[in-house]
């Protein structure tokens, strides 16, 4: 009987009703909820966007400064920085007395110091290249793939991937369909923009990169630590990996009897800088980026800065010149 009890007492608590019931979110709350998250989330995403980009602009410095240092070991061992290689005048620079020596071949300079980049192999390979299969001439289907061959510290990671790109007339006749390609451009100068809407410009000032001559230091009169080396180019936003851009045609293997093969890898200071934008026909002689403070430079020296789209012309002229005595003041 006490049994029987108990477990009567107990399936009616069982049965119960429960009073205090788990109450759910109404669609009310639940929007509300989403809405804050979203709130939270834009505010949020453009934080970790700057600094991914942060991240990606300290990126492109590390790979310039393995740049300019590779170049420093080519001169130490060749008296010479890297540069000049019989290539023609850069396409719509008008050169005062300076002239093609066109008598000598060789690899652009990007090529030049890959030995001391440890890429000793794929220099021997587009050097021979360079030297076996002249002018319009196709190198052979195998030799194809050293073209392609990337160096990805040739790259800026927030304008592209470090991989092979689209070749177009005349370099897909002469190297395939694919070539690897620079994100920077040795200092050709400081030069004159007659008309700022039109792509020509005068040379005033040679640059570390010379028509018919490598430079050697002594000749950086201006000093080393106020002499731009390198930067990055400018580029077509919308052309980054089509291979259509007037200033990034060439391959890094190079193509020295072509007139245009300059313009991929020599930049100039006519016009002042700018951030990439969609199209433009000058960005084949400009420096220029696709970050948001400006274009990363390396002085000779090997010291590297962020050079502002709105620095005063004087300033960026007298730093791409390597002789023109001006006296520099840091305008970043």
């Known amino acids: 009987m006490p049994s029987s009890f108990s477990f009567f007492r107990l399936s009616r608590f069982l049965t119960k009703p429960c009073k205090a019931r ?26 970790v966007q700057a600094a991914r980009e942060a991240a990606r602009r300290a990126d492109c410095q590390n790979r ?9 070991n080519y001169e130490s061992a060749f008296k010479r ?28 300079w990007m090529v ?29 289907q ?25 070749l177009v007339a005349p370099f897909v006749d002469k190297y395939g369909s694919f070539g690897s390609r620079t994100d920077y451009a040795m200092s050709g100068g400081a030069a004159l923009s007659v008309d700022p809407n039109m792509a020509g410009v005068d040379l005033e000032f040679p640059g570390m990169w010379a028509l018919g001559r490598r430079t050697g230091i002594k000749s950086v009169t201006d000093g080393t ?43 100039f200071i006519a016009r002042g800088s700018h951030s990439d934008i969609p199209d433009s026909c000058t960005s084949c002689h400009d ?14 020296d090997g010291s590297i800065r962020t050079i502002s789209y709105n620095a005063d012309m004087n300033y960026l002229k007298a730093i791409a010149s390597i002789a023109g005595g001006e006296i520099v003041k840091n305008d970043d």
């Not at 630590?225 to 200033?247: N, P, Q, V």
């Not at 420096?287 to 000779?300: D, E, I, Q, R």
């Open 287 to 300: 420096f220029g980026s696709a970050h948001a403070p400006g274009w990363n430079g390396v002085m000779t």
């Open 225 to 267: 630590s106020t002499t731009l080396f390198m930067g990055e180019k400018a580029m077509s936003s919308i052309r980054y990996k089509l291979g259509t851009d007037y200033g990034d045609r060439s391959p890094i293997a190079g193509f020295p009897e072509y007139s245009g093969v300059t313009n991929s890898y020599v930049r």
């Open 112 to 140: 030049q110091i890959l030995p001391f980049m440890e890429q000793e192999q794929l220099a021997i390979n587009l050097n021979r290249m360079c030297d076996t299969t002249p002018g319009a001439t196709p190198v052979a």
């Open 142 to 166: 195998v030799d194809q793939k050293f073209v392609e061959a990337v160096v990805s510290s040739y790259y800026c990671p927030s304008r592209r991937d470090a991989k092979a790109y689209p």
């Open 64 to 72: 310039m400064r393995q740049i300019v240092l590779a170049a420093h």
């Open 81 to 108: 920085f890297p540069g000049y290689a019989g290539e023609y005048a850069p396409l719509a620079v008008n050169y005062v007395g300076a002239t093609a020596r066109t008598n000598q071949r060789g690899v652009p």
């Open 22 to 47: 788990a109450r759910a979110f109404t669609l009310v709350e639940l929007l509300v909820v989403i809405a804050i998250i979203g709130v939270l989330v834009g505010l949020l995403l453009p934080a």
